[in-house]
C-alpha cells in the first residue's frame, strides 16, 4: 500500500534578465535527473522568495504575491508556503510523499492536498487512518503559556457518545496548572463540543473554547473567537487553535512537548496507545519542562503541508527531512509537481541558506 501522509478527516540557478514583467529566470547547472530539473534558491530569514515551477524560475508578483496567482511555491525563513488558503489566492496545496514511492510510481491519483491554513501548536495533534477514516490522538502533551502562566493539555479523543450514539467532534481531554513546585489538579473534560465546522462549515455555529485560568467553557463563533481574548484553545471539528498571533488577539502561546517524535511515530503504534497507557506521560511534564528555553512556544501561524515536515528532526546544522519528497499543485489548479530537497547550503537559525532541490512535473 502507498505510504504518503496525509495529515486532517504535507531553489534556483543564476538568475538572468526576463521580459516576462520583470521576472527573473534561470537555465544552466546540472542535467536533469529521474527527479527532475536542478535548482537553487537563497532564502531570505524574513520577506518572501517566490517560485513557478513549470518553468521553474523565480518571479517576482505584484503586491508581495497576496493577489497573484503567477507563483506556486515560497520560501521566508524555515516556512513553505503554496498558492492556496492564506498564503494566496490560488488553488494550489502540497502533500508530503514518501521519497521511495515517489521513485516507485505510487503517486496518489486523486490525493486530499493539504491547504494553507493558521494552525500551531497542535497541527499534528492526530494520526489519520485513511481506510477506517478514524482521528487517532497521539496523545501529545501540549504546553501552553499565558502571561508568565503555564498549563498542560493531553487530548484523549476526538469522539463521543450522545445517547448512545458515537458522535464526533466531542473532545475528550485531560488539563493541569503547571505550578513551579509542581502540577495542580488534574481536570478531566468530557464531550467538549466541537462539533461545528467541518466542509460545508457554517460560520455562525459556535464551538467550544476553553478559558483555562478560570477553568470554564465558552461557545464561541469564529467570528467571535476572533475578537476575544477571553479564551487560551479553541476547538473547531480537527482544527485546535490558541488564541495568539492568527488564532486570535490574545498573547496565547502553545508548544507540542512531543512534536520531535512526530515523523517516527506509526499509525499502528499510535492507535495501541490509550488515555490510561498514556497517562503516565501526561503526570511526568513538569514545570522544568514547560519552561525550558528549547520549549518554542508559538501563537497560530500559517501550517503548510510542509510545517513540522521538511526539516529532519534534531539536525544541527538544519537540514532537509530524510527519503521525503512534496507532490505539490500548481496556483491554477492544473498541474502537479514532485520537488525532492537535496540539501542546505550555509543553513542558520533563521534561514536554510540556500536550498538545493530537484522538480518535476508529473501531471
Not at 521580459?19 to 537553487?40: F, M, R, W, Y
Not at 490560488?90 to 514511492?101: F, H, I, R, T
Not at 501548536?121 to 501540549?142: C, I, K, L, N, P
Request: with cysteine.
Amino acid at each position: 500500500m502507498t505510504r504518503w501522509l496525509i495529515a486532517a478527516a504535507l531553489l534556483l540557478l543564476t538568475p538572468g534578465c526576463s521580459d516576462d514583467g520583470g521576472k527573473e529566470s534561470s537555465s544552466g547547472g546540472e542535467p536533469t535527473t529521474e527527479d527532475g530539473a536542478l535548482i537553487e534558491v537563497d532564502v531570505p530569514a524574513s520577506g518572501r522568495v517566490f517560485l513557478r515551477l513549470a518553468t521553474p524560475e523565480i518571479v517576482t508578483p505584484a503586491d508581495e504575491g497576496a493577489a497573484s496567482t503567477d507563483w506556486d511555491l515560497a520560501f521566508s525563513g524555515y516556512d513553505v508556503l503554496t498558492n492556496s488558503g492564506l498564503s494566496g489566492p490560488g488553488e494550489g496545496g502540497a502533500l508530503p510523499l514518501s521519497l521511495e514511492d515517489y521513485r516507485a510510481g505510487e503517486l496518489p491519483s486523486t490525493p486530499f492536498l493539504l491547504t494553507d491554513e493558521a494552525g500551531g501548536a497542535f497541527t499534528q495533534w492526530y494520526a489519520y487512518d485513511g481506510e477506517q477514516h478514524v482521528a487517532f490522538s497521539r496523545y501529545h502533551v501540549h504546553a501552553i503559556e499565558h502571561e508568565g502562566r503555564y498549563w498542560k493539555l493531553q487530548i484523549l479523543s476526538f469522539y463521543g457518545e450522545v445517547e448512545g450514539a458515537p458522535v464526533t467532534g466531542l473532545y475528550q481531554l485531560r488539563v493541569a496548572e503547571v505550578l513551579p513546585d509542581g502540577p495542580g489538579e488534574t481536570v478531566d473534560i468530557e464531550n467538549l463540543d466541537a462539533t461545528a465546522g467541518g466542509l460545508d462549515a457554517d460560520e455562525s455555529a459556535p464551538s467550544a473554547c476553553l478559558d483555562l485560568a478560570e477553568n470554564r467553557q465558552l461557545m464561541l463563533t469564529p467570528a467571535e473567537a476572533r475578537a476575544s481574548t477571553e479564551w487560551h484553545v479553541c476547538f473547531r471539528r480537527s482544527l485546535v487553535s490558541v488564541n495568539g498571533e492568527l488564532g486570535g488577539p490574545g498573547t496565547t502561546r502553545g508548544a507540542d512537548l512531543q512534536d520531535a517524535e512526530t515523523r517516527s511515530e506509526s499509525l499502528a503504534d499510535v492507535k495501541e496507545r490509550t488515555a490510561e497507557s498514556e497517562a503516565a506521560r501526561f503526570d511526568a511534564a513538569k514545570h522544568a519542562d514547560l519552561t525550558d528555553p528549547s520549549v518554542l512556544y508559538r501563537g497560530d501561524h500559517v501550517t503548510t503541508a510542509f510545517t513540522g515536515r521538511w526539516i529532519e528532526p534534531g539536525s544541527s546544522p538544519p537540514a532537509p527531512a530524510k527519503d521525503s519528497a512534496w507532490l505539490i499543485q500548481s496556483a491554477d489548479g492544473q498541474s502537479r509537481f514532485v520537488a525532492v530537497v537535496e540539501r542546505f547550503e550555509g543553513a542558520t537559525d533563521a534561514s536554510p541558506g540556500r536550498v538545493v532541490m530537484r522538480v518535476k512535473q508529473v501531471e
